[in-house]
Nanobody, 129 residues
C-alpha cells in the first residue's frame, strides 16, 4: 500500500533546528515529486518546499529560503524525503505535511497543493520560547 508517513515534529525554541522526515513507500519514491506543506491554525495550507523525482530540482517558499533544506535519502530500505529546518521562527509553527505528486513532467515542481495526490497524516511543529 502506497503511503507517506511524517515524523520529527516537536516543540523547539526560536533559532534552533528541527529535521522532519517523510517515509515514502513503494514505487512512489522514484516516480513522484515529493513536497512539504504546512498549515497553521486558522490559515490555509501553504507550500514549503518540494523536490523533483530525480532529485535534481528543488523549490522553496520565499519565507523559508536559506533556512530550510529538502533532501532525499536513497539508502537501502530507507526511502525518505527530509526537511531540515534551521533558524526556526515562531511563524514556522504549523502542522507539516508531506505529499506526493504522481503526475509530473521533467523537472517541473508544483507549489499548488491541489496538484498533489497523496498526503501523509502530518506532524506538528511548535516554535516558542
Amino acid at each position: 500500500q502506497v503511503q507517506l508517513v511524517e515524523s520529527g515534529g516537536g516543540l523547539v525554541q526560536p533559532g534552533t533546528a528541527l529535521r522532519l522526515s517523510c517515509a515514502v513507500s513503494g514505487r512512489t519514491f522514484s516516480t513522484s515529486n515529493i513536497g512539504w506543506f504546512r498549515q497553521a491554525p486558522g490559515k490555509e495550507r501553504e507550500f514549503v518546499a518540494a523536490m523533483s523525482r530525480s532529485g535534481r530540482s528543488r523549490r522553496y517558499a520565499d519565507s523559508v529560503k536559506g533556512r530550510f533544506t529538502i533532501s532525499r535519502d536513497n539508502a537501502k530500505n530507507k526511502n525518505s524525503v527530509n526537511l531540515q529546518m534551521n533558524s526556526l521562527k515562531p511563524e514556522d509553527t504549523a502542522a507539516y505535511y508531506c505529499a506526493a505528486d504522481f503526475i509530473v513532467f521533467d523537472e517541473e515542481i508544483s507549489t499548488d497543493a491541489n496538484q498533489y495526490d497523496l498526503w501523509g497524516q502530518g506532524t506538528q511543529v511548535a516554535v516558542s520560547s
